[in-house]
């Protein structure tokens, strides 16, 4: 028996999203463990999955989330957009399958992290996902030269997230924070139509308006 983890849209729909073969294994299971259970039924209905026929629980609210493995039956893990476990919840219970000694399959599909290290033309083999920076501005600007300085020092990439309402004001705080010579790419509404992927130096940044960035789920990968 097999816990797949299995990625959904960023954008668009779960057949443009998806390789037909990854369709092919979701639909043949019958219990799910999800982030959020409207976004999993609205998946799985488009995918013609019969949801009412099909168990799907919450990650954080079932006690027993492994039971179907135990029972015979393998096992979906779904997040709400992109990769399960890559900025979003999951790692526990991998954690859990494997010390269980479940195997446990990665299917392919999208993650935003990626898309937008392979879109931003910085350093590719070696690179450190960051995860949210702090809220205060002075506590925020403090990790941000933490990071510029260890890019500059390990010649790695940088990546990060924020909540897309704070989007503006992580630009700036970057733009004020970074030497003129650091490279910054924001890669926003990755595989939406509106998707837009910028890639500059800091100088050439400052005096841009972050507004455009607001409400707009956004990868910021920094290289110094």
């Known amino acids: 028996m097999k816990l797949y983890c299995i990625p959904t849209p960023l954008g668009g729909t779960p057949r443009e999203a998806l390789p037909g073969p990854v369709i092919t294994i979701v639909r043949s299971l019958g219990d799910f463990i999800v982030e959020n259970a409207k976004s999993a039924r609205a998946f799985l209905g488009a995918l013609d999955v019969p949801v009412r026929e099909v168990s799907i629980k919450v990650i954080g609210e079932e006690r027993d989330p492994l039971a179907p493995l135990r029972e015979k039956r393998s096992l979906g893990l779904l997040s709400e957009a992109g990769s399960p476990a890559i900025a979003d919840p999951g790692a526990e219970l991998i954690e859990a399958a494997h010390r269980e000694g479940f195997r446990v399959v990665p299917l392919v599909g999208p993650s935003s992290i990626v898309l937008a290290l392979m879109a931003s033309g910085l350093e ?14 002075s506590e925020r600007a403090k ?41 910054l790419c924001v890669a926003a509404d990755l595989t939406l139509p509106t ?30």
Request: glycine share 8%; hydrophobic share 35%; aromatic share 10%.
């Open 124 to 137: 590719g083999q070696r690179f450190a996902f960051c995860g949210y920076l702090p809220r205060e501005a």
């Open 143 to 183: 990790r941000i030269h933490e990071l510029e300085q260890r890019s500059k020092r390990e010649n790695e990439t940088q990546i990060f997230i924020e909540t897309p309402y704070r989007n503006g004001a992580l630009l700036a705080a970057l733009a004020a924070s970074c030497v003129p010579s650091t490279r």
């Open 195 to 224: 998707e837009s992927i910028v890639s500059k130096s800091i100088g050439e940044w400052r005096g841009t308006d972050g507004a455009i960035y607001t409400r707009r789920p956004a990868i910021f990968v920094l290289q110094a």
